[in-house]
């Protein structure tokens, strides 16, 4: 377990030059996270390196809310992995909740995908699936738990090597009644989870699933990606442009991954990642563990 730090306002005003915002990230659980990008001495270096930062900014709507905030943030150093952000510490001061956690310079992954990022190549994006389930698979062990709401693309983070990590708060389940107006989350949540509102581990596999879709197809088309996960057989219903027909033929993964690619892809690997997607967004009882998808996408990167 590390001690996370907890800093003063005075000190966080300081590193993110009077709180600048760096982007506003919102939630499909409701939730509206606003950051900041900031630079301070870093206390572990003996060398008075500076390192840079990220700060959120955590809103409670009352006293009683921020001392079980501040209770519940101090849980948040228990554990660390390399493919999970790291958080350095908190503030809970002059009715401000803020969180810090070390800043990841290549950003989020939505930003590489549906964003005017830089293209990621293939062994690039099964590099970055590969973090990401390793810092999910090393969530389920130690909670055997739904993370719920976290596992979305915006809270994937990369560093200089594009090195995925996930940024994970532990959340609470939320009702299930406050997602049918948020559409974008709705297609991440399994069938069964519409139906009876519960979070289990193998709703993230279906998650993750789509995830993988998003990330080597470049869509963030909802309807499509819905057509494309829906069918049992595997994804045989391909939306056209138009969204308004639906063509039943049969069609290879290979037509609906990324065009900016340009087909610099193991066609082999390709194939076995569509599989994998399948397998992730089938029934409940036919998905696999994390650590079995992880298993996968190793053996996928070695081709």
């Known amino acids: 377990m590390e001690d996370l730090r907890v800093f003063s306002v005075t000190e966080l005003k300081k590193a993110t030059n009077n709180f600048r915002k760096d982007r506003v990230v919102y939630g499909e659980d409701g939730s509206v996270r606003t950051f900041y990008k900031g630079s301070m ?65 290549k950003g989020t992954l939505d930003h590489h995908i549906h964003g005017k990022k830089e ?58 009644e406050n997602q049918w107006t948020l559409g974008t989350g709705l297609k991440y949540m399994s069938p069964e ?46 939306m056209d442009k138009s969204l308004d027909v639906i063509s039943t033929r049969p069609f290879s993964f290979t037509e609906i991954i990324d065009p900016r690619l340009e087909r610099d892809y ?9 599989a994998l997607i399948q397998r992730c967004t089938e029934d409940k009882h036919s998905r696999p563990s994390m650590q079995q998808v992880l298993d996968v996408l190793n053996h996928i990167a070695e081709i």
């Open 193 to 238: 989870c519409m139906m009876t509102g519960w979070f289990e581990m193998d709703t993230d596999v279906f998650a993750f699933g789509v995830i993988l879709l998003e990330l080597f197809t470049g869509s963030k088309d909802g309807e499509l990606l819905t057509h494309l996960i829906a069918s049992k057989e595997g994804a045989k219903k391909l």
């Open 41 to 105: 001495d870093d206390t572990s270096s003996r060398t008075n390196t500076r390192i840079s930062v990220s700060v959120m900014e955590c809103v409670q709507d009352s006293l009683e809310a921020i001392e079980a905030w501040k209770e519940e943030v101090k849980s948040l150093g228990e554990h660390s992995h390399p493919n999970l952000v790291k958080f350095l510490g908190y503030c809970c001061e002059d009715k401000k909740s803020l969180l810090v956690f070390e800043y990841l310079h």
């Open 266 to 274: 193991p066609v082999n690997a390709a194939m076995q990642m569509s």
């Open 119 to 176: 293209m990621l190549s293939w062994a690039t994006r099964v590099k970055i699936a590969i973090g990401t389930a390793q810092g999910l698979a090393f969530l389920h062990s130690i909670n055997n738990s739904s993370v719920y709401f976290e596992l979305r693309l915006h809270n994937i983070m990369l560093d200089e090597e594009y090195n995925a990590k996930l940024f994970y708060i532990e959340t609470n389940k939320t009702c299930l």
